[in-house]
């Protein structure tokens, strides 16, 4: 059963860069069945979708934070990882990593929005 | 403000039918498909199932829980409600006017 599991820093200051990784375990990003993505809860809201990659390079971006984050990955690690930049307050919030299925049609592998297997999620706290 | 509208609680009895409801619009619900996921507490979002002409639930997902579709309306049936089902129940779908997956506000089922 494939395994997602989430680093990250825990405590940022307003303004800061930072990072969270998503390691895969049984099950490896380099297979064109899935997309990689992630998706952030902050308390007593609904998932909020952020991004998602493929392994061909393809991503997606959801508009109101594009500008802010960038996506990648590195099959050599068999991981992903998520760059959140000019953090704020309301940038706090439970981070989850997750996959989802692709489908192939017209030449490209295409995302299908079924989130199904999540990590644990990490927690990332903006404060002064 | 979400994009797709749900009931903020439901509620029921042991062995009794829910529904939860969750409304859209033409650029989401009513062209794409709709995924349901239930959240413990303190625990990540766990896909049940999608509902696009069909439901079909993700592997290991009862069939007391069962989804439909109706315009830009969607709907979360569970039948037979135990009190394990009491969790948060979340809907999404690609919404093509945003050009993002969006999320309900989430509906909280408390089982009496």
């Known amino acids: 059963q494939m395994q997602l599991q989430e680093s990250g820093p825990g405590l940022v200051k307003p303004s800061e860069t930072r990072s969270l990784t998503c390691s895969v375990s049984h099950g490896t990003l380099g297979t064109s069945s899935y997309y990689w993505a992630w998706i952030r809860q902050s308390p007593g809201k609904g998932p909020e979708w952020i991004a998602s990659?493929?392994?061909?390079?393809?991503?997606y971006y959801n508009p109101s934070l594009e500008s802010r984050v960038t996506i990648s990955s590195d099959r050599a690690k068999n991981g992903f990882s998520l760059t959140l930049r000019a953090l704020t307050v309301a940038d706090t919030a439970v981070y989850y990593c997750?996959?989802?299925?692709?489908?192939?049609?017209?030449?490209?592998?295409?995302?299908?929005?079924?989130?199904?297997?999540w990590g644990r999620g990490a927690l990332v706290t903006v404060s002064p | 403000q979400s994009v797709l509208t749900q009931p903020p609680s439901a509620s029921g009895t042991p062995g009794q039918r829910v529904t939860i409801s969750c409304s859209g619009s033409t650029s989401n619900i009513a062209n794409k498909a709709v995924y349901w996921y239930q959240c413990l507490p303190g625990t990540a979002p766990k896909l049940l199932m999608y509902v696009n002409d069909i439901d079909e639930r993700a592997s290991g997902v009862p069939a007391r829980f069962s989804g439909s579709r109706s315009g830009a309306s969607a709907s979360l049936a569970i039948s037979g409600l135990q009190s394990e089902d009491e969790a948060d129940y979340y809907c999404a779908a690609w919404d093509a006017s945003l050009n993002a997956v969006v999320f309900g506000g989430g509906t909280k089922l408390t089982v009496l």
């Open positions: 997750a996959s989802h299925s692709a489908h192939y049609s017209r030449g490209r592998y295409l995302p299908n929005w079924d989130f199904d297997v």
């Open positions: 990659i493929h392994y061909t390079g393809s991503t």
